[in-house]
């Protein structure tokens, strides 16, 4: 058994589902524990994530979940942008039924745990989105395009949290899919890339104002000052 392979895709996936999230210690021990094998694959593992840029491992901190800057993160997305556009617009000339059928069957997932309630399983949301956009570039053919958006989607997918997409956002996110299907059944190049360019907006748009307002929900718990500190006398 490849318990080095096991241990990589497991990882991926509880990043993915936002189970260990940017800046979270990975400590080899625990995960071995979890995963019932031995230190070694596990920190074999960590050190193909890291190589990715997924994980950041310092001699003295160990190992953690990589972080990115606001721009970093603005030039992942941008890139996504043009890159998955273009494999969208690829796909409407090359897909075939059978691949079609696959994106909806892709899509009809992402929308049944999408729902909002107890129902909403955002590891499997993760899972089945990672393989729709996977499939996309597959679709598109092109062994360069998908060495180039290997990383890039993973991190924009890896940097979202539970809290960066409200029901709105999912419903939104899930029908994106769907219509990209229906650009590429039309055989329509303009409109599947059109709408994956605002698909991937969107969740730019969601992912940086989560950020903003937990960055504004730190400075403000910073800044507050218990009233048992100050004295209540002093309190204007």
Known sequence: ????????????????????????????????????????????????????????INKNRGARVAEWSETELNNVFEVRIRLEGLAARMAAEKATPEQIERLHYLATEIAYFSQPGEQRDVAQIAKFN???????????????????????????????????????????????????IAAIRARQGEWAEGTMRVHILSARASLLQSLATAKSEKVEKLTRVPVDIIGEDSVA
Do not use: C, W
């Open 1 to 56: 058994m490849d318990h080095v392979g096991t241990a990589v895709e497991i990882i991926r996936q509880k990043l993915l589902a936002g189970e260990y999230l940017p800046g979270d210690r990975l400590g080899e021990a625990e995960i071995a524990g979890e995963l019932g094998i031995s230190r070694t694959p596990v920190r074999e593992a960590l050190r193909l994530l890291s190589a990715d840029g997924l994980i950041e």
């Open 130 to 180: 990672q393989d729709f956009h996977g499939e996309l570039l597959n679709i598109a053919g092109s062994a360069s395009l998908i060495g180039a958006m290997a990383r890039v989607t993973f991190v924009s997918l890896l940097s979202k949290t539970r809290g960066s997409m409200d029901d709105a956002a999912f419903a939104r996110s899930a029908n994106h899919h769907f219509e990209i």
